[in-house]
C-alpha cells in the first residue's frame, strides 16, 4: 500500500463514494441541509424529553402526586425508542426505493408538524385524559420520524462526500446532535425565566411552537438539495429492489449484526452521560439540578465542536482504524467521568465530563462513513437506518435504568463501568470483523468500483 492510499478510509469507503465528488458548493448544501435538519430532528427530541422531567407531569397527569406523575410523564418519553425501529423500516423503505432527498424531507415534516402540534395541546384540565393519550401519539410520530433521519442524513452526506472527505461530511451531521442537545436546553432556560406562574401556564409552548417555524427551514433547505448520487445511478440503471429489507435479511445477515454492534460503545456511554448523571449526581453527589445539567451541557459543546476535528483525522489515518482507538478511549474518558462524578466536587466534575466530550468525536466522527461502506446502495438507507434505531433500542433505552439498578444493588459505580466495558467490546468485535464484511458486502453496488479491486486494509476480496 502506498503512503497516499494509506492516508485514505478503507477501501470500502473510497469505492462507496467514487460517485461523490460534487463540487464544494453542492457538498456544502448538503452539509447545511443534512445538519440542519437533523438538528431540528434531535432539538424536538431533547425538547420533548426535558419538558417530560420539568412540566408534563403537572400539565398532562396532574392526578399522579411526586415520583409517579414523574415516571409517567418520562415514560411518554421512551415510547419513542419503541417507536423508531418502526419508522426506521418505513423510511428506509422509501429512501432504497423513492430516493434519500424524498424520505428526509417527510422526516422533518413529521417531526415538525407532530412538535408544532403539543404545543397546541390542551392540557389535562382542558379535555381530561384524552390530553395525555394525544401527547402519547405525537411522541409516537417523533419516534418514527427520528428513526427514518438518522440513517438517511447519514447517506445524504457521505455519498455525496468525495473519496477524501467521508468522515468529515458524516461528522458534521453527528456533531448536530450535541449541538440540538445545547440548543434545546438552552430554549428551555430561557423560558423558565419568565415571571411567576408564566412558564407553567402558556410559556412551556413558546419552543414547541418556535421549532415549527425552524422546521419549514430546514424542510425549505431540504427541497433544494440534489438527490445521492448513489441513488440516482442505482435508479438509472434500474436495480432499485421492490423490498429492500427482505433482500438485506436474504444477502447481508453479518453485515446488519455488526452495524448494530459498531456505534454500541458510543450509544450507550453517551446516553448514561446525558441521562444517567442528572440523577446519580442529583441524588448522590449532591449536585443541583443546575449544576447537573451544566455539566451534560459543557460536555455536549465540547463534543460538538470537536466531532469535525475528529472526522478530518479519521479521512487521514483512516475510519475504522480512529474507531479502534476511539474505543478504548472512550472507556477510559468514561472510566474518568464515573469517578469524577461521584468525587462531589464540581470543579472535578467538569474535568471528566469535557473529558469524555473531547473523546466523543473518535467514534462519532466516523461512525457514518463506516455505516455506509457495510451495504450496497440499494439497500444502504434500509441497512444503516434500521440498524441504527435497534443500536438504540439496545444500547440507550434500557442504559439509565439498568445503571440505576446496579448502584442501587451493588452500591458502587464499578458495576456501570463493568457495563460500559461489555458495549466496548462488542464494539471492538465489530469493528475487527468489519473489513472482511465489507470486503463483499459492497459488490455490485451501483457506486463502486471494479469489484476486482476489491480489498480493505490487506484483506483480499471475496467473490
Given at each position: 500500500m502506498t503512503r497516499a492510499a494509506a492516508r485514505l478510509p478503507s477501501s470500502s469507503v473510497r469505492r462507496l463514494l467514487r460517485t461523490g465528488n460534487g463540487p464544494m458548493k453542492q457538498r456544502t448544501k448538503v452539509v447545511i441541509g443534512s445538519s440542519f435538519g437533523t438538528f431540528m430532528e434531535y432539538y424536538d427530541f431533547f425538547?420533548?424529553?426535558l419538558m417530560a422531567a420539568?412540566?408534563?407531569?403537572?400539565?398532562?397527569?396532574?392526578?399522579?402526586?411526586?415520583?409517579?406523575?414523574?415516571?409517567?410523564?418520562?415514560?411518554?418519553?421512551?415510547?419513542?425508542?419503541?417507536?423508531?425501529?418502526l419508522g426506521s423500516?418505513?423510511?428506509?423503505?422509501?429512501?432504497?426505493?423513492?430516493?434519500?432527498?424524498?424520505?428526509?424531507?417527510?422526516?422533518?415534516?413529521?417531526?415538525?408538524?407532530?412538535?408544532?402540534?403539543?404545543?397546541?395541546?390542551?392540557?389535562?384540565?382542558n379535555i381530561g385524559v384524552i390530553a395525555p393519550v394525544l401527547l402519547i401519539v405525537l411522541r409516537v410520530l417523533q419516534g418514527i420520524s427520528a428513526g427514518g433521519e438518522s440513517g438517511g442524513a447519514y447517506l445524504m452526506s457521505v455519498e455525496h462526500a468525495g473519496e477524501k472527505r467521508a468522515s468529515l461530511m458524516g461528522s458534521w451531521v453527528m456533531a448536530t446532535t450535541p449541538f440540538a442537545f445545547v440548543g434545546a436546553n438552552l430554549t428551555v432556560l430561557l423560558t423558565t425565566l419568565l415571571p411567576g406562574d408564566a412558564f407553567l401556564a402558556w410559556g412551556w409552548r413558546i419552543p414547541f411552537l418556535f421549532?415549527?417555524?425552524?422546521?419549514?427551514?430546514?424542510?425549505?433547505?431540504?427541497?433544494?438539495?440534489?438527490e445521492s448520487p448513489s441513488f440516482t445511478t442505482e435508479q438509472k440503471r434500474g436495480e432499485l429492489l421492490r423490498l429492500p429489507i427482505a433482500y438485506l435479511f436474504k444477502n447481508h445477515r453479518s453485515s446488519f449484526i455488526v452495524a448494530v454492534l459498531l456505534p454500541l460503545s458510543l450509544t450507550t456511554t453517551i446516553t448514561l452521560v446525558q441521562l444517567f448523571s442528572i440523577s446519580y449526581g442529583t441524588k448522590v453527589a449532591e449536585f443541583s439540578q443546575r449544576e447537573a445539567l451544566n455539566l451534560i451541557l459543557i460536555m455536549m459543546i465540547v463534543a460538538a465542536f470537536g466531532t469535525p476535528l475528529w472526522g478530518v483525522l479519521g479521512d487521514r489515518v483512516g475510519p475504522r482504524k480512529l474507531l479502534m482507538a476511539g474505543v478504548p478511549l472512550f472507556f477510559i474518558a468514561a472510566s474518568m467521568w464515573l469517578w469524577a462524578l461521584q468525587s462531589h466536587s464540581f470543579g472535578i466534575a467538569v474535568i471528566g465530563f469535557v473529558l469524555i466530550g473531547t473523546v466523543y468525536g473518535t467514534t462519532a466522527a466516523v461512525q457514518p462513513a463506516?455505516?455506509?461502506?457495510?451495504?450496497?446502495?440499494?439497500?444502504?438507507?434500509?441497512?444503516?437506518?434500521?440498524?441504527?434505531?435497534?443500536?438504540?433500542?439496545?444500547?440507550?433505552?434500557?442504559?439509565p435504568i439498568l445503571a440505576t439498578y446496579l448502584v442501587t444493588m451493588f452500591n458502587s459505580l464499578l458495576p456501570v463501568l463493568f457495563y460500559v466495558a461489555v458495549a466496548s467490546v462488542l464494539s471492538l468485535l465489530a469493528a475487527t470483523v468489519y473489513p472482511r464484511l465489507t470486503s463483499h458486502s459492497t459488490q455490485g453496488s451501483s457506486d463502486l468500483a471494479d469489484p476486482g479491486s476489491d480489498a480493505v486494509e490487506g484483506v483480499p476480496s471475496r467473490a
Open positions: 425538547l420533548y424529553g420539568l412540566v408534563f407531569d403537572k400539565i398532562f397527569f396532574p392526578n399522579y402526586e411526586g415520583a409517579t406523575g414523574t415516571l409517567l410523564a418520562l415514560g411518554t418519553f421512551a415510547v419513542a425508542y419503541v417507536a423508531r425501529p423500516i418505513i423510511f428506509s423503505h422509501i429512501g432504497d426505493r423513492s430516493g434519500r432527498k424524498v424520505a428526509l424531507f417527510l422526516t422533518l415534516a413529521m417531526m415538525g408538524s407532530a412538535t408544532f402540534l403539543i404545543g397546541l395541546l390542551p392540557t389535562y384540565s421549532s415549527g417555524v425552524l422546521v419549514v427551514i430546514g424542510m425549505v433547505v431540504r427541497s433544494r438539495l440534489e463506516l455505516l455506509a461502506a457495510l451495504f450496497p446502495a440499494r439497500v444502504r438507507y434500509t441497512g444503516v437506518a434500521v440498524t441504527s434505531s435497534l443500536t438504540t433500542l439496545i444500547g440507550a433505552a434500557p442504559a
